[in-house]
Structures are given as C-alpha cells and as structure tokens.
C-alpha cells in the first residue's frame, strides 16, 4: 500500500536555528497537511496546502513557519528561527481531492530544540 | 472552532473484553473520523462516519454517532494486545471548504493479555 514517507524521523537543532522537515506525499494525492504532536498532547493542525498554496493555516503556523512543494513529489515545512516550544513530533498527511476523506499520515518527525 | 474531547482519557481492559470509548464536539460536522496512534507512531485511519449515518461497522470495530448530542462512539470488540494503542476522533467541519481534521485529546487503551 502507498505511503507517506518523512525524513528525517529525529532532527536535534539548537535554539535560533532553521530546519527543514521533508515529507514525500502518495503520489495521487493533491492535498497536504502539516500538524504536530508535543509529548502526550493532543495532535494539532498547523496548515493545509493544495493547489500549490496554503489553503488553511492555524494560528501556530506563524511568520516562522512556511512551507513549499519544491518538485511534484517533496512537501516541505521549514521553521526559520527554532525556539524550545516548537519541540514536538511533526506528522505529514496527504489527501486525495476529494474533500473529507481519511488522511494518511506519515511515521513523523521528532523535532527536539535544544 | 470544534474540537474533539474523547473520554476516558485511558482505558485498561482484559484480553477478550470490549472497549468503549466516547468522543464530543462542539460544532457541525461534515464526518467524524477515528484514528488510532501505536506509541511514537503516525495516525493510521479506522473509519469514518459522515454525518448522515447513525452506525458503522468495520471487523471489530463499531462506530455510532449523534448529532443531536454531538457525540460519537467507538467499540472494540473482543479485544487483542495489539489493539493496545491511543484512539483519536477527529471532525471535519460542515460548510465552505475546509478540508482539515480537528483531533481530540484521545483515549489510552491498553489491553492486559
């Protein structure tokens, strides 16, 4: 069965610093999602991307967060400047088009700020 | 903005026994989905609900909603240690064009063999 693909699955960075999250969404899907897990909290939604534009963003995903589609196949969110609270499992989903279906989430990506 | 609430927050049942967990929100939906997370794993999709439907099946798995009450359920029948694991609902709003899933603060189910 086709999967959502994230790398990588542990990312250590130092407060103040950029990263990347990748994720690889199935193949046929043309909607995408970002949200993200702290430790045993709930799991919380950060933005929606379709049509090659943010469709939805909540208020977590700041002028620090963005992301971009870069080639047909890559999804990505960059935090520009990591601060301790962004800490968390980030998950990637993908969506067929058609609106209201099951998302399919990726094994995420345990993001630690030191 | 709805928001899922699922209760109990954790559930210890026996091997072979059935588990129920309940999930509210607040606002009108769309569907109303279940997920279930193995520890420091991804969202794995069960089954969805739209809101037009009173009950789902799917294997062991018994879904019920309503919307009067603005509550679903989900029952696990004849339970396994694998089915040991956090259970989400999430809720898709009606209306414009949303296409985001709100979680719920998820239910712990561990299953003693």
């Known amino acids: 069965e086709p999967e959502v693909t994230q790398t990588p699955s542990h990312q250590v960075t130092q407060m103040g610093q950029e990263v990347i999250l990748r994720c690889v969404p199935i193949?046929?899907?043309?909607?995408f999602y970002w949200y993200r897990q702290i430790l045993g909290q709930k799991v919380e939604f950060l933005v929606s991307f379709y049509n090659n534009e943010i469709s939805e963003k909540s208020e977590i995903f700041d002028d620090q967060f963005s992301v971009e589609r870069p080639d047909g196949s890559n999804f990505t969110l960059k935090i520009r400047s990591t601060k301790l609270e962004d800490s968390a499992m980030y998950f990637c989903a993908s969506a067929t088009g058609i609106i209201g279906e099951k998302l399919f989430f990726g094994s995420g990506t345990q993001l630690s700020v030191l | 903005s709805q928001q899922g609430e699922e209760d109990p927050q954790a559930l210890s049942i026996q091997e072979g026994e059935n588990a129920t967990m309940n999930c509210s929100y607040k606002?009108?939906?769309?569907?109303l989905q279940w997920y279930r997370q193995n520890s420091g794993r991804g969202l794995v999709h069960l089954i969805l609900i739209r809101s037009n439907e009173r009950e789902k099946h799917s294997g062991r798995l018994r879904v019920t909603l309503d919307t009067s009450k603005k509550s679903s359920s989900l029952l696990i029948t004849a339970s396994r240690a694998a089915d040991t694991a956090s259970y989400f609902c999430?809720?898709?709003?009606?209306?414009?064009?949303?296409?985001?899933?709100?979680f719920g603060t998820g239910t712990l189910l561990a299953v003693q063999p």
């Open positions: 999430a809720t898709r709003g009606s209306g414009g064009a949303t296409n985001k899933l709100i």
């Open positions: 193949s046929n899907h043309l909607y």
């Open positions: 606002t009108s939906i769309n569907n």
